[in-house]
């Protein structure tokens, strides 16, 4: 059973920071790739983020480069997103998410198809 539980979500302004959270439960956390997506009203889901298992390797959307941080804590379990100097159309629900797959730790995911476990999401609103 592997649950993946966001938080840190809420409003800030635009130019501020946020950190969000993803605790996982399960047995095999240090082996999952990890990744975070969002969806802002009226749009389709998108790649933000991903980090490998060892979190030796990152890769980021264009839009968020030089802004958003992916990092984890295999100790605590734990995946987070810093993002700083916050845009409008950053806000959305932000998802995590995990994949048992070896080749995305390896190269890189970045479509909601290749990752197997999903959280609930949490809000992140960026007022102008």
């Known amino acids: 059973q592997v649950q993946l539980v966001e938080s840190g979500g809420g409003l800030v302004q635009a130019g501020g920071s946020l950190r969000v959270s993803c605790a996982v439960s399960?047995?095999?956390?240090?082996?999952?790739?990890m990744a975070w997506f969002r969806q802002a009203p009226g749009k389709r889901r998108e790649f933000v983020a991903t980090?490998?298992?060892?979190?030796?390797?990152?890769y980021y959307a264009e839009s968020v480069k030089g802004r958003f941080t992916i990092s984890r804590d295999n100790a605590k379990n734990t995946v987070y997103l810093q993002m700083n100097r916050l845009k409008p159309e950053d806000t959305a629900i932000y998802y995590c998410?995990?994949?048992?797959?070896?080749?995305?730790?390896?190269?890189?995911?970045?479509?909601?198809?290749?990752?197997?476990?999903w959280g609930q999401g949490t809000q992140v609103t960026v007022s102008s």
């Open positions: 980090i490998s298992w060892s979190g030796d390797s990152a």
């Open positions: 998410a995990a994949s048992r797959e070896n080749y995305c730790s390896d190269y890189g995911c970045y479509r909601e198809y290749e990752y197997d476990y």
């Open positions: 399960g047995p095999t956390f240090s082996r999952y790739t």
